[in-house]
């Protein structure tokens, strides 16, 4: 088995990542919000089964073609964007609350070593992107000895 690589710094920035939407909401008993549109993260849930990892990461009003995921160095990379979007007969007007979070997102995952890298598949439907990462056996590490001289 081999060490698995901590970054203290990526641990803080997941950390950030789940209370940063929490800090833009105003305070209730505020005169007034502050409104503000950033990049943002799409939650996921990552489930393993005997023969697979499954990541199911949230896309809402995120279109297929605008989505692209990559796989580099063992690190599998989500990454897209979502436009805030104006519908077809909608009167003019002002936004008195934006809540939901438009732009580019990016998501990053370091993969197990038995992930079988070319097996790798996703879909995406209803706002939703399955990736599937099929598990392949990985041989056991063999203890060398190196003579000391």
């Excluded at 803080?12 to 409104?35: F, K, N, T, W």
């Excluded at 070319?118 to 990736?131: C, P, Q, R, W």
């Excluded at 590490?141 to 003579?147: D, I, P």
Aim: overall charge negative.
């Amino acid at each position: 088995m081999t060490p698995a690589k901590w970054n203290p710094f990526r641990e803080l920035e997941d950390l950030l990542d789940v209370y940063r939407p929490l800090s833009r909401r105003g305070r209730q008993g505020e005169a007034h919000e502050i409104m503000t549109t950033a990049d943002w993260a799409p939650v996921v849930d990552i489930r393993e089964s005997e023969k697979e990892y499954v990541i199911k990461a949230e896309l809402p009003e995120v279109k297929k073609e605008d989505v692209k995921v990559t796989l580099n160095d063992g690190v599998l990379l989500i990454q897209g964007e979502r436009s805030m979007e104006k519908e077809e007969g909608e009167p003019k007007g002002k936004y008195h609350r934006i809540e939901r979070s438009y732009g580019s997102f990016a998501r990053s995952f370091s993969l197990p070593e038995d992930v079988d890298a070319e097996k790798i598949s996703a879909e995406h439907k209803e706002g939703m992107l399955y990736l599937h990462l099929p598990k392949h056996e990985v041989p056991p590490a063999k203890a060398v000895e190196v003579k000391v001289k």
